[in-house]
């Protein structure tokens, strides 16, 4: 148990550490991922105003059928870039939420850069 609680630390210490320099402005948002075991989440959020813009999870009745695979994980990176397109949102700042950089994190990125998103 305590290997788990120095791993969720470590991951809340590498966060705050990205969150200090990143920030989300009304002209180019801050898009965030979270993932537990069974579940993905996307939210896209201007922090000017700290409001949500867009968002997706395999919550979602649209997205029940997703698992949390690299696979999947594009397909949901993909239905937020064209949320993202229908707003007029064409540029976002990526926030990996203290995630190490590949697998689902990097799929779910990827995707959202296939849909047309800047980063």
Known sequence: MNRMIDKRRRQLKRKV??????????????????????????????????????????????????????ADAAKLGEAVGKRLLDKGIKAVVFDRNGYIYHGIVKSIADGARKAGVQF
Do not use: C, W
């Not at 201007?46 to 997703?66: M, N, Q, R, Y």
């Open 17 to 70: 550490h990205i969150r200090k320099t990143l920030s989300g402005t009304a002209e180019r948002p801050r898009m965030t991922v979270f993932r537990s075991n069974q579940n993905m989440y996307v939210q896209v959020i201007d922090d000017t105003i700290g409001h949500t813009l867009v968002a997706a999870s395999t919550v979602e009745a649209e997205f029940k059928d997703l698992r949390n695979t690299v």
